[in-house]
């Protein structure tokens, strides 16, 4: 593992999958904290708890299934277009336009997709508003996935097959080290991307995902910049 960017490792990538949340954006733009709020509220007004009780289960739900909607479906039969839709209204000028990650992201040979645990619109709106969504090719959302989140394999296996992806040529973006462990074990390169200036001990990220030493390649603070040093030259 390292956090220096070897072009090297780059050069037979042909196909640049980016998670969206926390990865394509920020995390200090707290996006995301929006979508964590109506969470609750949906689950508070579905099962007529507290507040309190709604985030507790809520919580309870995402460690169990992997997201809260795969939890709301196993154990309450929702309308997966109805939780999506209520959760993703939000306000989405939080987020700042990224000219320097368009650029970044517009110079990578090959096909760039975004593959996220949320749905298309989501993605969509949130990339329109980065000004980086003319760069991707597809977007792979919840629904795609068959509404099995990541991490599980037969989500990144319908990926591959959907877009005839072959994990040695391709990398992975995420801020989560654990949706990382797939990519890796089917060749993919690895890049966890972390909070600006997060300096955290090996320790510190052991103790708050141990799948880090083992399925991450490279770690970065700043995507673009990242993006730009291991791009060919022109």
């Known amino acids: 593992m390292t956090e220096t960017p070897d072009p090297a490792r780059f050069a037979r990538i042909t196909d640049w999958v980016f998670d969206l949340d926390n990865t394509l954006y920020p995390h200090h733009t707290n996006l995301f904290s929006q979508i964590d709020v109506r969470m609750t509220a949906y689950v508070s007004d579905l099962l007529q708890l507290s507040r309190e009780d709604a985030r507790k289960l809520q919580k309870e739900l995402y460690h169990e299934y992997g997201t809260t909607l795969a939890g709301l479906i196993a154990r309450h039969k929702i309308d997966s277009d109805d939780f999506l839709n209520k959760v993703h209204d939000i306000d989405y000028s939080w987020l700042s336009p990224d000219p320097a990650l368009g650029e970044a992201i517009k110079a990578l040979p090959g096909r760039k997709f975004i593959f996220t645990n949320g749905d298309r619109g989501h993605a969509e709106r949130a990339a329109r508003q980065l000004g980086i969504l ?101």
């Open 134 to 234: 003319d760069h991707f090719d597809d977007i792979f959302d919840i629904v795609a996935a068959g509404l099995v989140p990541k991490p599980a394999q037969e989500t990144y296996d319908k990926f591959l097959a959907l877009h005839r992806v072959a994990g040695p040529n391709a990398v992975m973006f995420e801020d989560l080290a654990r949706n990382l462990i797939v990519p890796k074990t089917l060749g993919m390169q690895t890049v966890l991307v972390v909070p600006h200036n997060f300096e955290p001990t090996f320790s510190e990220i052991w103790e708050r995902d141990p799948a880090y030493d083992s399925s991450v390649d490279f770690v970065t603070d700043d995507l673009a910049a990242f993006l730009r040093n291991i791009a060919p030259a022109a």
